[in-house]
Nanobody
């Protein structure tokens, strides 16, 4: 089992920055991908960014490229999402997700991930 706990959400004005953290614990050796998703009210959950842990490849949604950066600490127990130049349309609940299934589904497909955090709210005001 893997536990994921997000933190760092909050309210910020447009153009501001936030950094989300996701602390992973439990049996993390088999995690092949870890990333961030978000879900706004009335919308589907969408992939924001992810890392394939065995290769180090990173992926970003087009809507956040050049503004968001995903990273991990050296111990690989904490995942970060640095969010800059935030826009009102970034407002959502952000979820950390980890996958250990060796799935062939793309990084942005929620089905790839079998562990989820509880979510942290990000609100961007104009």
């Amino acid at each position: 089992q893997v536990q994921l706990v997000e933190s760092g959400g909050g309210s910020v004005q447009a153009g501001g920055s936030l950094r989300l953290s996701c602390a992973a614990s439990g049996y993390t050796n088999n995690i092949d991908s870890i990333g961030w998703f978000r879900q706004a009210p009335g919308k589907e959950r969408e992939g924001v960014a992810a890392i394939y842990t065995f290769t180090g490849l990173t992926f970003y949604a087009d809507s956040v490229k050049e503004r968001f950066a995903i990273s991990r600490d050296n111990a690989k127990t904490t995942l970060y999402l640095q969010m800059n130049s935030l826009k009102p349309e970034d407002t959502a609940t952000y979820y950390c997700a980890a996958g250990s299934l060796g799935s062939r589904r793309p990084w942005y497909d929620p089905v790839r991930y079998n562990y989820w955090g509880q979510g942290t709210q990000v609100t961007v005001s104009s």
